[in-house]
Each structure stands twice: as C-alpha cells, then as structure tokens.
C-alpha cells in the first residue's frame, strides 16, 4: 500500500516555472511506476507524465513535451513534475499515481491503469 501527498502548486503567471513534488509512504516493499495526472475545471483526468521505477524512461503527453520534466528520487521516496512556460490552459488540479512495477513500460497512461492516488495539489496560471 502507498500513500502520495503531492505539493508545490500554487497561483502563477503565464510563462512562469513551478516545481511540484510528490511523497511516496510505502507500507510494503515494492516498485511502483509513477505518474502525474491534471483535472482541470468541468474536465476528465488527463495523463500529464508518467516515469518507470528506476527512473530510466519517462512518458509524456503531446501537450507538455519540452514543457515538463518528471523525474524520481528512489532514495528519499519521492517523484517530481518541473513545469516550465506555464501557460493558463495548464490550470488543474494536479495528482500523482503509482502502480505496483511489473516491467519498465511508459504505455500506462490511463488513470485506471494506477491504483494509488495523492488528494492533489492546485495550480493555477495568471495570463
């Protein structure tokens, strides 16, 4: 079982770079595959990135590529989303999702795909 908190969103201008981080509380061994997920307002969830358990492949959508980085820190049990050019379009409701790592696949971009989820963290772009 895995418990996410996601932080770092906030109220941002268009153009700006935010930094959200994602804390893993794993209550049993194992390697998940991670990623971000957005909501935004009147909206589905869409997958934004996802990265494999080791850190070693990541996934984007077409609409953040050269954007957003995600990346990992295996050690300290935590995943990162760095978002640069923000623009008001990326407005949502952010939140991380894990999933018990079977391989090392970047094809799991549908949220039934994951089983863990964060609450979520509000970002919000100014134009």
């Known amino acids: 079982q895995v418990q996410l908190v996601e932080s770092g969103g906030g109220l941002v201008q268009a153009g700006d770079s935010l930094r959200l981080s994602c804390a893993a509380s794993k209550r049993s061994p194992g390697s998940y595959t991670m990623a971000w997920f957005r909501q935004a307002p009147g909206k589905g969830r869409d997958f934004v990135a996802t990265v494999t358990w080791n850190g070693g492949r990541t996934a984007y959508a077409d609409f953040v590529k050269g954007r957003f980085a995600i990346s990992r820190d295996n050690a300290n049990d935590m995943v990162y989303l760095l978002m640069h050019s923000l623009q008001p379009e990326d407005t949502a409701i952010y939140s991380c999702?894990?999933?018990?790592?079977?391989?090392?696949?970047?094809?799991?971009?549908?949220?039934?795909?994951?089983?863990?989820w964060g609450q979520g963290t509000q970002v919000t772009v100014s134009s």
């Open positions: 999702a894990a999933r018990p790592a079977g391989d090392m696949s970047t094809s799991y971009t549908s949220s039934s795909d994951y089983t863990y």
